[in-house]
């Protein structure tokens, strides 16, 4: 696809359940990150992944929360027994090489997963 | 400990007013300003950025001004249109030890410009 694609693009769960959100980067982009984004927030970065180097989950809240990454495409973030404070956007974004200047630096970002804990 | 302040937190404009949204930081290895865009149920999406070698940069309506003595920079919205109603974010970053850039932003500005 063009662009980030994000599934579910919305998610009502019951307090105590697993939740699986996916992420489909943009084909070709090396780094994929995770940001969650409460109502009238900022965003808040949770986990970075940069090809074949270990992730940078120093963002995760709680060991609750896990990502990983197949190669350099699709992601999942689970969610473990959620709580109602997990209700929240979930943002995906990936970029091409970061850190390099020029386009790595731009961030192309999904639409999100609208997670609700009842 | 919040690294990036953004002000106001929502903002009323007539058409074709000048919006102007703020943001400070304080970490000074900060060395890459954007700003992102956000229209409702969609994600962000990059307007303009800066590097603290220069002052300030322009792009059409949008202009970026730079302060890195007081470390603040902000968003200038010329000629405010309705389609301009998004919620804007600053955000900053330093490039890491590794290749990672993680950018820190600021909780956002609702930005309202009335027809």
């Known amino acids: 696809g063009a662009g980030v694609s994000q599934s579910p693009s919305n998610k009502v769960t019951e307090k105590g359940k697993d939740v699986e959100l996916r992420c489909d980067p943009i084909?070709?982009?090396?780094?994929l990150y995770w940001y969650r984004q409460r109502l009238g927030q900022g965003l808040e970065f949770l986990i970075y992944?940069?090809?074949?180097?270990?992730?940078?989950k120093s963002g995760l809240p709680s060991d609750r929360f896990s990502a990983e990454r197949t190669g350099e495409s699709v992601s999942t973030l689970t969610i473990q027994r959620t709580q109602q404070e997990d209700s929240a956007v979930y943002l995906c974004?990936?970029?091409?090489?970061?850190?390099?200047?020029?386009?790595?630096?731009?961030?192309?970002f999904g639409s999100g997963t609208q997670l609700s804990v009842l | 400990q919040q690294q990036v302040k953004q002000s106001p937190q929502s903002l009323i404009v007539q058409k074709g007013g000048i919006s102007i949204i703020n943001c400070a930081y304080e970490?000074?290895?900060?060395?890459?300003f954007p700003w992102y865009q956000q229209f409702p149920g969609k994600g962000p999406a990059l307007l303009i950025a800066?590097?603290?070698?220069?002052s300030e940069k322009k792009e059409g309506r949008f202009t970026i001004s730079f302060n890195k003595s007081a470390k603040q920079f902000s968003l200038h919205i010329m000629d405010s249109q309705p389609g301009d109603s998004a919620t804007y974010f600053c955000?900053?970053?330093?490039?890491?030890?590794?290749?990672?850039?993680?950018?820190?932003f600021g909780s956002g500005t609702q930005l309202t410009v009335l027809p």
């Open positions: 974004a990936s970029s091409t090489i970061p850190g390099q200047g020029g386009s790595g630096e731009k961030l192309f």
């Open positions: 084909s070709g982009h090396t780094a």
């Open positions: 992944f940069q090809g074949n180097s270990a992730p940078d």
């Open positions: 970490n000074t290895a900060f060395d890459y």
């Open positions: 800066i590097r603290p070698d220069v």
């Open positions: 955000a900053a970053s330093a490039l890491s030890s590794g290749s990672a850039r993680q950018l820190t």
